[in-house]
């Protein structure tokens, strides 16, 4: 076996790995990153969030160019799917992004290695190459960040091809007649979203009595209304207890979460969306007195560390919400920890976005944590259909809500469900990394027409003050 020494060894080359091995290596240490796939860039840049958008932006043009046209004076005529020509786009969208991981390694000096990698004592990894044979890598600090894979249902087969997971609602090459999506979280409703556009049936079926559980109440009662309208039909409080595939359609068997009659319907595919979770089999931990805990996490201390001397771990595989930004934010902090800086990380500003239409986006905390707390605050909404630019592009559905300290007016949390959400929420983020109030926002001159304005009329209401309702 060839014999490498580094400062630093990532293993994995999510957002979390790939961005820790940069600024490492920016930051002058010697760093490789392994990766067991054949190209970089883990799970969201492969099979999750890249592609989803991707597919989800052409799904929405297809959608406006169908039905939307209309309201601005625009006549289409027939439009037409090219199924396999949107899949193209994706495609090559992913593998521009990948590749351009490599000129980044390549341009920062990082050693990319392409294989499995796994633990073997302290400072020493074992690579089985893609290439085949071994590489016996040394190191004073190692990162785990290997990511997450999607959870199953005991009792129900993933084949990629009826039954699939995220990756395998990517790649279907022909509109189901009718999707059943297991789980109303971030994913499901996404994925959903996409073929209820391109004309599946949607059927959302959720264990709880509520979609997206992390969300403030009062926006996804709001969101599953807005998704209700554009045809995805909800069976809340039910679980799955069985897919039968042995015919030409599944047949889905349900029942009530709290106990019931079995019901049934056939489906064409059933996407199983019932969250992720962390990858870390096999990876050796044991060679360095590592235990992840009952859901697979690994624990780690302020600062990132693991127990085991020299290892840390960032990302899906520790506790916090399985984001791509947030891991980014974990493998800049380490990285910069590991060189000697003191860098911080702030978890209560960390955004978190679904991209559905209207997207729905939210930094800090909801009204029921605030209130399990015993937090008083003030709240301020604006609904879009109040806003100029909104009202000009026919985008009126949504609003902007704001919580606010009762006592010291600072920013507790943003919820927008709204177009663009996702990029307004970088404002109130940016607001509560520096400590801003609801007043700093409220003063803060945002242009005209825009839906940032939104954001200071919520703003302002939190004080009982709008100016445009």
Request: with cysteine; glycine share 12%.
């Amino acid at each position: 076996m060839n014999q490498d020494q580094f400062d630093l060894v990532v293993i994995g080359s999510g957002p979390g790995g790939y961005v820790a091995a940069i600024r490492a290596a920016q930051l002058g240490l010697k760093v490789a990153c392994v990766e067991r796939r054949e190209t970089f860039g883990g799970t969201c840049l492969n099979i999750g969030c890249i592609p989803s958008k991707a597919l989800l932006h052409s799904s929405a043009l297809y959608a406006k160019a169908r039905d939307g046209m209309g309201a601005h004076g625009i006549k289409v005529g027939m439009v037409d799917l090219d199924l396999p020509g949107m899949q193209d786009h994706k495609t090559k969208v992913v593998k521009e992004l990948t590749q351009g991981i490599e000129f980044l390694f390549r341009k920062n000096k990082v050693t990319a290695i392409r294989g499995t990698a796994r633990l073997n004592g302290p400072g020493r990894i074992e690579v089985s190459l893609n290439s085949g044979g071994m590489r016996s890598l040394q190191a004073r600090d190692i990162i785990l960040a290997t990511g997450s894979d999607s959870a199953g249902i005991p009792g129900i087969t993933v084949d990629e091809e009826r039954v699939v997971s995220s990756t395998g609602a990517l790649e279907l090459d022909s509109v189901p007649g009718h999707l059943v999506v297991v789980g109303a979280g971030y994913i499901g409703l996404e994925l959903g979203t996409v073929w209820r556009r391109l004309g599946a049936k949607v059927t959302v079926v959720e264990y709880l009595d509520r979609i997206t559980p992390t969300m403030d109440l009062e926006v996804a009662r709001q969101f599953q209304r807005l998704l209700s309208r554009q045809g995805l039909g909800f069976l809340l409080g039910t679980k799955v207890t069985k897919v039968d595939s042995s015919g030409d359609r599944l047949v889905v068997a349900t029942e009530p979460a709290e106990g019931g009659d079995t019901e049934t319907m056939k489906a064409d595919v059933v996407l199983v969306a019932i969250g992720r979770r962390p990858y870390t089999e096999g990876l050796g931990l044991e060679t360095v007195g590592l235990k992840p805990d009952n859901h697979g996490r690994i624990e780690v201390d302020a600062h990132l560390a693991t127990k085991a001397a020299g290892v840390h771990a960032i990302g899906d595989v520790i506790k916090g919400p399985m984001l791509a930004h947030k891991a980014e934010d974990e493998g800049v902090f380490l990285a910069e920890r590991l060189a000697g800086q003191r860098p911080h990380i702030n978890y209560d500003a960390i955004p978190a976005v679904i991209y559905t239409a209207p997207e729905v986006a939210s930094v800090g905390k909801t009204e029921e944590e605030l209130k399990e707390a015993g937090i008083a605050y003030n709240t301020g909404k604006f609904p879009f259909s109040a806003n100029s630019r909104a009202r000009s592009t026919g985008k009126t559905d949504g609003f902007v809500k704001i919580l606010a300290d009762a006592k010291t007016d600072r920013l507790l949390g943003v919820h927008i469900i709204g177009e663009d959400a996702g990029s307004l929420i970088a404002e109130a983020a940016l607001a509560m990394e520096f400590g801003a109030s609801s007043e700093d926002l409220a003063r803060t001159c945002h242009a005209h027409p825009t839906l940032a304005e939104a954001v200071k009329e919520a703003a302002l209401a939190a004080h009982g003050q709008p100016i445009h309702i």
